[in-house]
Structures are given as C-alpha cells and as structure tokens.
C-alpha cells in the first residue's frame, strides 16, 4: 500500500469520525435540558430526530454512492455535517435544536452508508476483511473518544461545544480528500429507486418510533397502534414494489436465503444486547460503585478498547478461517462478558477489576463479531452494491441500539416491579434488576451467535 493511500484512510477516517463522535452528546444532555428548562424525558427526542433520519436514508444514500461515487456522497455528507454542526450548535430554541439534528442525521447518513465502500475500495479485494477491520477500529475509537472529549468541552464551553468542535473535523477532511475511487460502472443505465426509498424511509422511521413508544404502553395506546400499522403497511408496500422494480435499492431475494436473514438478525441481537452497557452502566458504576462521572466513563470506554483490539485480530483471523466462525465467536464472547458484567458486584478493589475485565471481554467480542458480520455481508453483494452493502451492516447497527433502548429498559422495569413487589430496597431492587437484564442480555447475544451458523443457502 502505497504512502497516498494510508493517507486517503487516515481522511476517510477523520471524516467518518464525526459520526461515532456523536456519543459526546450523551455527556450533555443534563446542560441541554438545564439550558432550556426541559423535563428530563424531553433529552429523549435529541437523539430520536438524529437516529430516525439517519437509519431511515442509510440504505437510500448507499445506493446512490453505488449509481453516482461513493466519494462524492461522502463529501457531500462532510460538508453537509458541517454546517448542521454549527446549527446545532447555535440553536437558540429546543425546537430548532430538533431541526438541525435532523439536518444533522441527513449528514450522518450520507457519510456512514458509504465509509465501509470507501475503505474497502482502498484496499486490494483479497484484503478486504483487513479493510472493515480498519473501518470498524476507526468507528469503535471514535465511539469511545465521544464520552471523554464531551465531558471536557462541556465543563468549559458548555453543551454547544459537543456539535461546533466535529465541524472543522468534517472540514478538514472534506478539503483534503480528492480522487476517491468511485464506484465500479455499470454499462446499463441506472437511477435511484425514488419510490422505494421513500417507502424504505417511512418503513424504518415508524417501526424504529413504534419501538420507542413501547415504553408508554401502559398510558397510552393509540400512538404505537397507528404507528404499527403505517410501518407494517409501508413494509409491505416496499417489498412489493421492490419486488416489481428493475432496480431495486436492495436485491431482497438475498432475505429470502435462510442464513442471510439470520446473519443480520443476529446483528441485531449483538448491538441489542450491548447497548445494555452504555444504557445502565452509567448508573451502576456512579451509584453502586460510588465512582465520579469522569471515571465512570473512561471504564464505560474499556469496552470499547475491547473492540478497537480485536478489530485487527478478526481481521487476520478472516483470512485463515470461516467468518461466520469468527462472528459466531464473537457474539458468544459477547454475551459471556454481558454476563460477567452483571455479576460483577464482588466489592471493593476487586469489584472495579472484575467488571473492567469484563467489559474488556464484552468489548472483543463485539469487535470480532462486526468485522467478521461485515465481511459476510460485504462477500453476498456484488461489488457494484458495496454501497448497500454497508448500509445493511450500519443499519443492523441502528435496529439493535432502539430496540435495545426500549425492549432493555423494560425488561429492568418488570424485574424492579417484581422486586419491589417482594420488598427489597431500592439499592437491591437495582443490582437485582442489574444483573438479571445483563443476564438476558447475554443471553440474546449468544442466540446471535447461534443464528451466524445457520447453514448457508445459495447466493
């Protein structure tokens, strides 16, 4: 590889850092909600409006990098960022800080459907594993740098720091990056499926909406109805006209082969199951372990350390034996660490090295499971579709995080109903619930694995 090309990954990873970097909003939700004197329970749309719009455009944005260049969408997608970041940041009402994430999910999109494309295009194809190796080191690093920079712009600059400091990323990237391979020519005449990708966009943004409205259930119920309903019918809308259409965003025969349908669903297991960390880590390690917050969120960061090893490791491993061996590994490991994390109350000294030592296990196997699970999906598409390709990866991302969010929380409501039903206190209610959802959760992530083993159909 050639002293150019190392350069064009460094800024194809600085560029795509921007998104993964996104976990410095989560350090600034208290300032946000202070700032404009919101209930706690409103921060919640901060990071709806961003999630719905992103994982709604991600497969719509990936296929037209296929048709167009995969380089220009991503420019496109930096200097679009760029500017939400400074609206985001500049926001002088909840109302308009909504607006611009929804901007800035736009951005997001475009950028992330067509990274995973980029890189691999970077790298000769027998060493693409090594690419999404690369690809999802620089997503884990960026995700576990969010937490760490956040708390400090935010201590000084406030909560509008978190959005200003990724744009002169975005553009730093965006100005130095020219000739990025585009994507491989098609001698037919191709045009992005307009219709499907407006069915796909409604689809994925109220079945993502319904699952948020879980929650709420139990006061009211017309909201998730009517939103199920819409999301079944436009699923259903969109697998018949994809079915019809010459050019379809995605070729959905590939769903129909058992083993593809499971790959993915299994990907939505892991990042379900994971999400368990960064959704109640937090508050065991502050109120259990009595740890400050700065602490709490460099050992929440341990897991992703995990990941950022086992990238290259998965990497190399690919390139001697079966990947679906290797993403089966991965989620099972995955789930033992959720496992050893909810148990992990031994006390004292040994308590922070059990679960550090635990979150470290979970974080590989996430690790060995997301490039191994890329390079599944990477192999079953053309390389034409690579653009689809890793938006199928990014968007099995997405799923599991929502759902896990929703399904998650109230799993550890039902066990803390139950235990306060029996009467405990509330410290034991929470280790209770603590460890018994982290127990479910390891459980989904090695029925992931599970599922990765399915016997492969027929491409």
């Known amino acids: 590889m050639t002293a150019r090309q190392r350069l064009r990954i460094l800024l194809v990873g600085l560029g795509t850092s921007v998104v993964p970097l996104d976990t410095a909003v989560n350090i600034a939700f208290p300032s946000i909600t202070g700032n404009f004197g919101l209930p706690i329970t409103m921060i919640q749309w901060v990071v709806i409006s961003y999630v719905l719009t992103y994982s709604s455009l991600m497969l719509a944005f990936g296929r037209a990098g296929d048709i167009w260049s995969h380089g220009r969408m991503f420019r496109i997608g930096l200097l679009w ?3 939400a970041f400074l609206l985001c940041a500049t926001a002088s009402s909840y109302g ?17 459907s067509c990274a995973p494309a980029l890189v691999t295009g970077l790298f000769p194809e027998y060493r693409r594993s090594r690419a999404v190796g690369v690809f999802t080191a620089i997503y884990a690093l960026g995700s576990a740098a969010g937490p760490l920079i956040g708390g400090m712009l935010v201590q000084i600059w406030g909560w509008p720091a978190v959005f200003w400091f990724r744009a002169p990323i975005a553009i730093t990237a965006l100005l130095f990056l020219e000739g990025l391979p585009a994507a491989p020519r098609s001698e037919v005449r191709e045009a992005v499926d307009l219709v499907g990708a407006s069915l796909l966009a409604l689809s994925i943004s109220t079945l993502l909406l319904t699952l948020n409205q879980l929650r709420d259930l139990t006061q009211q119920m017309l909201l998730p109805l009517a939103l199920s309903a819409i999301a079944v019918a436009s699923v259903i809308g969109f697998i018949r006209w994809e079915d019809r259409v010459a050019q379809p965003i995605v070729n959905l025969a590939l769903f129909r082969t058992g083993s593809f349908a499971a790959v993915n669903f299994a990907s939505v297991l892991v990042y379900l199951s994971s999400f368990a960390v960064l959704l109640f880590g937090p508050y065991y390690l502050v109120r259990s372990i009595d740890l400050s917050p700065a602490i709490a969120g460099a050992l929440l960061g341990t897991s992703f350390v995990g990941s950022i090893l086992a990238s290259p490791l998965a990497a190399r491993a690919i390139e001697r034996l079966p990947p679906r061996r290797i993403a089966a590994f991965g989620a099972v490991l995955s789930g033992f660490g959720l496992m050893a994390i909810g148990y992990s109350n031994l006390g004292a000294y040994w308590q922070i090295l059990a679960i550090t030592s635990a979150l470290v296990l979970q974080g590989l196997g996430v690790g060995l499971f997301q ?11 053309p390389r034409q579709h690579r653009g689809v390709a890793g938006s199928i990866a990014m968007l099995s991302r997405s799923l599991g995080v929502v759902s896990g969010a929703t399904l ?9 109903a139950f235990d306060l039903a029996a009467g405990q206190t509330p410290a034991a209610r929470f280790l209770s619930s603590f460890s018994l959802t982290f127990s479910a959760a390891g459980i989904a992530s090695v029925l992931g694995g599970l599922l990765v083993l399915a016997k492969p159909g027929r491409r």
Do not use: P
């Not at 611009?100 to 951005?107: E, T, V």
């Not at 490039?371 to 598409?381: F, G, K, N, P, Q």
């Open 408 to 416: 998650l929380t109230l799993a550890f409501n039902a066990i803390g």
């Open 81 to 83: 960022s760029g500017v």
């Open 96 to 112: 308009w800080l909504l607006f611009c994430r929804f901007l800035q999910g736009i951005g997001a999109s475009l950028i992330v």
């Open 371 to 381: 490039v191994a699970y890329m390079d599944i999906v990477m192999r079953t598409l």
